[in-house]
Structures are given as structure tokens and as C-alpha cells.
């Protein structure tokens, strides 16, 4: 294994040769291709990944500890088979639809203007995440744990509130009604 510090990518396209098996701290990827790459068992560390296409990429143990990622296309990643030690991630501008974060802990992180259509994140901790401007068309929640999280300028979501816990959430008047869609009322 390798140990890549403070080492900027720039316009790499790894699904020719992959990354090097490794550890790679204060790393910043730009504009760089992983989509259906191998990233089993890497390890990344306070790194930036801007204007990535990581789409299908596999992520078996691949570990995420302090990592942001900006205007990245993050289509159907399965975060929920990352290695769970320090996982730590941010999303800014990123489309992230199809993606999993089934059973992730992601308390406090941050998520803005971010596309999260059909996501999964049943039985995720996003105690006192912050979800500004995000699109969560059909994502889903069950045994989500929503306590102190930000929701207040997001949209298109369906949270019900009997299989979720809120405890001190916040959302705003224009998108609560989002709270009440899996009681079958109509509200005209």
C-alpha cells in the first residue's frame, strides 16, 4: 500500500489504470473520472474531491474520514458498505441520486444544493445534519434518525413522522406538508 500526502489529481481518469491501493491525507482531486471504478479498501483523509464523476464506483471498505466532496456526480454509491470508522463526509452541489447510506452514521454533516433523488437512508443517523436547498424526490426514510437536523429549505420529501424520530428537526411552513404524506390526508 502507498501513502499519497498533500498530492493534487488533476483531470485523471482512473478507470484506465484504477488508484493505487493506498492512503491518500490532504488529497485534492479535480475533474477526475472513478465512475465504475474499484476503490475497495483505500483510505482518504481530510481529502477534496471537486467536479468528480465517481458514479457505480465500488466502495467495499473504502474508508471516508473528514472528506468533501463539490459539484460531484455521486450516482449510485453505496456509502453503506464504506468502512464505518471516522466516516465523516460533506456534499456540496453534488448529485448523489440512487446512492445508500443505509445504517451510515452521518451526524453533522453537511449537505447543500444537493440532488438526492431515491436515496436511501433507512436507518441512517443524520442527527443534526444540515440539508440546505436539497431535492429528495423519492428518497427514502424508515428508522431514520432526523433529531436536531436542518431541513428547513429542502424539498420533495416524504418523512413520516410515526416511523422516523424528529426530535427538535426543523422545517419550514412551505415544506411540512412533506411530514404528512404517509397518513393518506388530503390538504387543500
Do not use: W
Request: proline residues 1%.
Amino acid at each position: 500500500m502507498i501513502y499519497k500526502e498533500s498530492s493534487d489529481f488533476k483531470g485523471n481518469d482512473f478507470r484506465i489504470d484504477g488508484l493505487e491501493l493506498g492512503e491518500y491525507e490532504n488529497c485534492t482531486f479535480s475533474d477526475c473520472l472513478f465512475n465504475n471504478v474499484n476503490l475497495s479498501g483505500l483510505i482518504f483523509i481530510d481529502c477534496q474531491f471537486i467536479g468528480c464523476d465517481m458514479s457505480m464506483a465500488l466502495l467495499a471498505q473504502t474508508s471516508f474520514r473528514e472528506v468533501n466532496f463539490k459539484e460531484c456526480k455521486l450516482l449510485g454509491l453505496h456509502f453503506n458498505k464504506c468502512n464505518r470508522f471516522l466516516f465523516s463526509v460533506n456534499f456540496d452541489k453534488c448529485i448523489l441520486n440512487f446512492s445508500s447510506f443505509y445504517q451510515i452514521s452521518l451526524k453533522k454533516s453537511i449537505f447543500t444544493e444537493c440532488r438526492l433523488e431515491e436515496v436511501d437512508f433507512v436507518e441512517s443517523n443524520l442527527t443534526q445534519a444540515e440539508f440546505g436547498n436539497c431535492d429528495f424526490q423519492k428518497a427514502m426514510f424508515n428508522r431514520t434518525i432526523l433529531d436536531r437536523a436542518d431541513l428547513s429549505t429542502s424539498y420533495n420529501f416524504s418523512i413520516n413522522p410515526s416511523l422516523n424520530s424528529l426530535k427538535k428537526a426543523k422545517f419550514s411552513k412551505e415544506n411540512v406538508l412533506g411530514l404528512l404524506d404517509g397518513f393518506g390526508i388530503i390538504i387543500q
